[in-house]
């Protein structure tokens, strides 16, 4: 009942659009950049609203990662802190808003697959709406979840003793660190889902991101990890992230890894542009 | 008079075989066993490796690190076994299956008992791949065939308790689809605030009694004797080590049971 309720409530605001196309004697085209803004704009406000309204879900996907925090900050912080002679909290509250970012990123996917298996998205495709704006608005929509939950893990990183030692500028500049690898792992999990039959494959990502949170320099600094196994931990994406985020925070590199955290993104968004469009069309063109 | 159809003959035993064989076949046909598989290998390799540098010098007197460490591999892995099967019977409940089975001459709690079953299946198997990759670290049985037997039985009645746990929540939930998936991360903040990764005094003094005494500390205080060491430091298999689980075990399944009654029998 419930989700019958939201898309007859997203159909109220889409209704908007026809109104818009009679006040203009010509109506702009619906692939101009103008509609693309603005049709993109309505989409990620329905995926936000549908998000906030799903109580459980915002509160699961806020305090776990919380709770992650603080646990990792009980278990392994004192040891950590001997070795690298400063708290821990530089690497592990960037890697939960890293976790926080991926695995909420699940969320998502499985709800675009409901989406398509309950039809809604055949019937949003025979709309004049512009072609990109639904994946866009996906994307859109899991950045601002992604800078939502950063901002909660960040306020409990503050209260476990994590400070900005640099500007305000490297401050704000922390903050939407986590957007560029969230999104293009949110691309990823899109394409998996579009082409999946059964959420158990948005269930798999579970494991990448397990791999990426347990080999990153967040979980134990790099020289921990084993010998053999230190070049892949540092130039992962989760790790690039991570020392990004320390430098802005705690001080240290941030150009280098910076650059290599958005080339992993880059190429993500790459692989998965092509697929991930024939497959939004494929599966809103079904039944 | 008027005719009416015959009551049909159902056996439970057959009820219960069928709707068992019916979650399982698809996990064989689709590969999705294979995600509780690298769910075990990502367990050992995830805490094993970056640990092994931070921990292995306290190991409680163990021989080795991958030794202290077995009992949580494969209690984290049969775990995540039974929350995806937990996902499965949350899909169930979306799809309507469940109220399906209420309209049909089918005991109330039979379906959860294919489930249970079913998920079983997906803990022994997930059972079998830490044990695979524990030994590949350097675990060994050191107690004998009888302990060894002991260790798995008590690791899969944990797994039918956390599958038990997880599907309550699976078939209550309105929104299972979505928030089954997290719930890898409670299960990794118990197994992160449990023995099995380091001995208690290495904890703050504040959480030490919540760390002795949280139900995966004492199914690890019971599986390590269980696996036995080399060296005297596993300790020794006695009631008063694995009694702790078992009463952990009963309780839950005494209070899991009525509910799962109360949500397999109530009207939506």
């Not at chain 1, 026809?18 to 109506?27: E, I, N, P, S």
């Not at chain 2, 057959?14 to 075990?40: C, D, H, K, Y």
């Not at chain 2, 984290?76 to 799809?95: E, P």
């Not at chain 2, 489930?115 to 990759?133: D, N």
Request: charged share 10%; proline share 6%.
């Amino acid at each position: 009942m419930m989700s019958i309720a939201s898309q007859d409530r997203a159909f109220v605001t889409l209704a908007g659009f026809t109104d818009v196309r009679h006040k203009h004697r010509r109506a702009p085209r619906e692939n101009s950049p103008g509609q693309l803004t603005r049709h993109t704009w309505v989409y990620t406000k329905r995926l936000l609203r549908r998000w906030i309204r799903d109580r459980t879900t915002v509160l699961e996907s806020l305090l776990m990662p919380v709770a992650l925090l603080v646990t990792l900050n009980i278990v392994l912080g004192r040891s950590i802190s001997q070795v690298t002679g400063h708290s821990a909290l530089y690497g592990s509250v960037p890697m939960v808003a890293m976790v926080a970012a991926m695995s909420g990123s699940m969320v998502g996917g499985i709800g675009l697959m409901r989406e398509r298996s309950d039809g809604l998205l055949s019937r949003l495709w025979v709309l004049p709406v512009h072609r990109a704006s639904g994946l866009l608005s996906r994307l859109a929509a899991d950045a601002v979840r992604i800078v939502a939950t950063t901002a909660v893990i960040l306020s409990a990183g503050l209260i476990l003793g994590f400070r900005f030692r640099q500007g305000i500028l490297e401050s704000v500049a922390w903050l939407f660190v986590p957007i560029a690898f969230g999104v293009a792992f949110t691309g990823l999990v899109i394409t998996l889902a579009l082409y999946a039959a059964n959420t158990w494959v948005i269930e798999g990502t579970e494991i990448i991101w397990g791999l990426l949170m347990f080999f990153s320099i967040g979980f134990v600094p790099l020289e921990q990890h084993p010998r053999w196994l230190q070049p892949v931990v540092e130039h992962q994406p989760v790790s690039y992230a991570i020392e990004t985020m320390r430098g802005l925070s705690l001080g240290g590199p941030v150009l280098a890894p910076m650059i290599a955290m958005l080339l992993w993104s880059a190429g993500i968004v790459a692989v998965c542009a092509i697929p991930m469009a024939i497959g939004y069309r494929r599966a809103s063109m079904r039944g | 008079m008027i005719e009416t159809a015959l009551r049909p003959q159902t056996s439970a035993v057959q009820q219960w075989r069928t709707l068992t064989v019916r979650m399982i076949t698809p996990t064989l046909r689709n590969g999705e066993v294979s995600t509780v598989v690298f769910a075990s290998i990502l367990f050992t390799v995830g805490f094993y490796l970056p640990l092994k540098g931070l921990m292995g010098g306290f190991p409680g007197g163990m021989s080795s690190y991958a030794q202290y460490l077995m009992p949580l591999i494969a209690l984290n892995g049969i775990a995540f076994a039974a929350l995806s099967a937990a996902f499965r019977s949350a899909t169930d409940s979306v799809k309507g299956i469940n109220r399906r089975f209420k309209a049909m001459p089918i005991a109330a709690l039979t379906p959860l008992a294919a489930r249970t079953s079913a998920s079983m299946y997906r803990c022994a198997v997930a059972l079998g791949a830490a044990l695979v990759c524990g030994h590949v670290i350097g675990f060994r049985f050191y107690g004998g065939v009888g302990h060894a037997v002991g260790f798995c039985l008590l690791a899969l009645l944990m797994g039918a308790v956390t599958s038990l746990i997880g599907d309550l929540i699976g078939a209550a939930n309105k929104n299972p689809e979505a928030t089954v998936p997290l719930m890898l991360v409670p299960q990794m903040i118990l197994g992160l605030l449990s023995v099995g990764l380091q001995p208690v005094e290495r904890f703050p003094a504040w959480i030490q009694p919540f760390v002795r005494n949280q139900p995966v500390s004492q199914f690890v205080y019971a599986l390590r004797p269980l696996g036995g060491d080399s060296t005297p430091a596993a300790g020794e298999v006695t009631w008063s080590v694995v009694g702790p689980s078992l009463a952990w075990l009963a309780g839950l399944t005494l209070i899991l049971i009525p509910l799962h009654a109360f949500v397999a029998t109530r009207r939506r």
